[in-house]
């Protein structure tokens, strides 16, 4: 069981390009969401899904996409990446789209945009 | 969601009780307590949630005071791992918002050896 997986752990992206933060959940979990984390700005809403085939936008959607295909993956794709993008980037799941669970959290993705 | 006050930070000797405080006065009849914290540079993990009863798991205890305004969560022996900014989220569920938690600022706990 290894919890919510996320990869890379760093990546750094040249302005433009385009790339995707992989998230994985082995615990079937039907919530999944990402957030992001800023010095002095606390952790943003980015998108979320509450099951297969659904997805919604959260507080900062602008310049991200999200898919959920299957149960255990929610990939984030960043279209053409802007020095404001340059963030830690959190998914998170939960068992169910529920206040009752309490969220797990993946290690996080250091990005950064030059 | 109800906002919680916490302190800016806290101290605690290795192998003391943490007693990490918060208070959430406008709190309503729905909404859960959850603590959450943060180790350096790492995701947040989720602690431990209650509603009005005071729980109990293998990480921590919460206290929920009678009228609910106010909580305490209670790291029984505290070890320098736990050094670590704890946050105190009271929340209902709104998929308006996609269900999304709130951070404040939290309590840095630094425990010392």
């Known amino acids: 069981n290894a919890g919510v997986t996320q990869t890379p752990k760093f990546q750094v992206l040249k302005t433009g390009q385009s790339m995707t933060l992989q998230c994985a959940q082995d615990m079937n979990h039907e919530y999944m969401s990402w957030y992001r984390q800023d010095p002095g700005m606390g952790l943003r809403l980015i998108h979320y899904?509450?099951?297969?085939?659904?997805?919604d936008q959260g507080e900062v959607p602008n310049g991200y996409n999200v898919s959920r295909s299957t149960t255990e993956d929610f990939p984030l794709r960043l279209l053409s990446a802007a020095p404001s993008q340059t963030s830690v980037y959190f998914c998170?799941?939960?068992?169910?789209?529920?206040?009752?669970?309490?969220?797990?959290f993946g290690s996080g993705t250091r990005l950064t945009v030059v | 969601d109800a906002k919680t006050t916490q302190p800016t930070s806290m101290d605690c000797a290795e192998g003391r009780a943490a007693n990490l405080p918060c208070n959430h006065s406008?709190?309503?009849?729905?909404?859960?307590v959850y603590w959450y914290r943060q180790i350096h540079s790492q995701g947040p993990q989720y602690i431990i949630h209650g509603l009005k009863n005071n729980e109990t798991n293998e990480m921590a205890s919460l206290i929920i005071t009678e009228d609910r305004k106010s909580s305490t969560l209670i790291l029984p022996h505290a070890t320098l791992r736990d050094t670590a900014v704890y946050y105190c989220i009271v929340r209902v569920a709104s998929m308006e918002y996609g269900n999304k938690l709130v951070f404040g600022a939290g309590t840095i706990l630094r425990v010392k050896s």
């Open positions: 899904s509450v099951g297969a085939g659904i997805t």
């Open positions: 998170a799941s939960s068992y169910r789209a529920d206040r009752v669970y309490g969220y797990t």
């Open positions: 406008t709190i309503s009849g729905n909404e859960y």
